[in-house]
């Protein structure tokens, strides 16, 4: 019954819609963008065929004459695409066009095909401050640290012990200075991590197996800091912002912060009650004519030549975000709104056009567009991060100087117990 209902619903929607339709457009990448020969291609492009297929309408396609989305004059005159539809220029608009209270007193919108917001787009190295002066330290964790400096002590102690304990280490007990003092141990282990190498050298074989299983904790860690610390110096040229919110801007004074002029962007910060949006708006008011931009291309110039933050929509910055590796945007996204497809007030292609939508969302259409035309270009090592080496990476390695430790100790007993047997057979 549903599927006849379905289809009674198409037929009924396929005489409702003219044959051939008048749709206007904006150029804006990657909704709609020129080929080589001229013809159009993009996200909103797809769309509309995917739509013609499923509603079977021919229609005719140009850009909006004037350049613009759609405003409201003093005379109450709309531009754009709106003052389009409004004086019947053309039937539809498919472009990135946001559903505003304003514009939805003018023209009448589609459910949303896509959800957008507010975005901060930043430069990577600008956006983060992480070259800190005691950036040697970062490639192990504090943990592994705290470990190091504790393995140290311990196996100086050991080393001193063993020096004390075993027999070979000093043969005229009487006359003889014992080499491995608690200075000289301490001096031996740092020797050994330095890849310096120390004297005394030990006699002993207790006091051997330490220094070996010493030396084999040294290889292996100082390879774990070198490795480290190279892939921390590579991927410090890509830092995460340290800015994620609207509240990191008002901040800091590093960056300069502005959005389009005339935009919905701008009139979002004017007319809301927050606080910090407000504050957000009457910074940029102050500076209008320096942090102000004409064209969303500007924007993104200025974010990549100077220290600029760009507001603006989520969606148009994550698709030059995934064109150029150097931008980024942050995190948070403020005034989440949704972009739709316009037609006169009350027209009666809305409810058809809004069915269709919602089945390509349905069917995961709408989402194959998405990456179709949002595809990350940047290498996906850049966005993993870096992180530090933690202990648990090197277990294994505590875990073998400590035998080792345990060893050294056991065999300096043994050493001096058969020391003590042989000197009272002597006796």
Known sequence: GEENARALLKERTKRQIPKTLTVTTI???PFAMKTESDALEGYAIDLLSELTQS???????????????????????????????????????????????????????????MQTGIGIL?????????????GFLNPFSKELWIGIIISYVITSLCLFLVGRLSPCEWTEPASEQNQFTLLNSLWYGVGALTLQGAEPQPKALSARIIAVIWWLFSITLLAAYIGSFASYINS????????????????????????????????FFKNSKNPTFQMIYEYMDKRKDRVLVKTFSEGVQRV????????????SQDFVAA??????????MI??????????????????????ILELFESGKLEYLRQKWWENTCSTQDQTGWVPVQPYTLGGIFLILGIGLALGLIVSFMELMCKSRSNADQQ
């Open 304 to 315: 990549r030549e100077s220290n600029y933050a760009f507001l603006g929509e989520s969606i």
């Open 236 to 267: 410090n040229t890509n830092h995460i912002p340290n800015i994620q919110s609207v509240e990191d801007l008002l901040k800091q004074d590093k960056l300069e912060f502005g959005t389009l002029s005339n935009s919905s962007t701008l009139n």
């Open 55 to 113: 509603l079977g309408f021919n229609y005719t396609l140009h850009i909006v004459k004037d350049g613009k989305y759609g405003s409201k004059d003093q005379e109450g005159n709309w531009s754009g695409m709106v003052g389009e539809i409004i004086r019947k220029e053309a039937d539809l608009a498919i472009a990135p066009l946001t559903i505003t209270s304003v514009r939805e007193n003018a023209i009448s919108f589609t459910k949303p095909f």
């Open 323 to 332: 064109k150029h590796c150097d931008l980024i945007r942050a995190p948070e």
């Open 27 to 29: 150029l804006e990448k």
């Open 122 to 134: 930043l430069k990577k190295d600008t956006a983060a401050e992480s070259s800190y002066m005691f």
């Open 335 to 356: 005034g989440g709104r949704g972009y739709g497809i316009a037609a006169e007030l009350d027209s009666p292609l809305i409810r058809p056009l809004t069915i269709a």
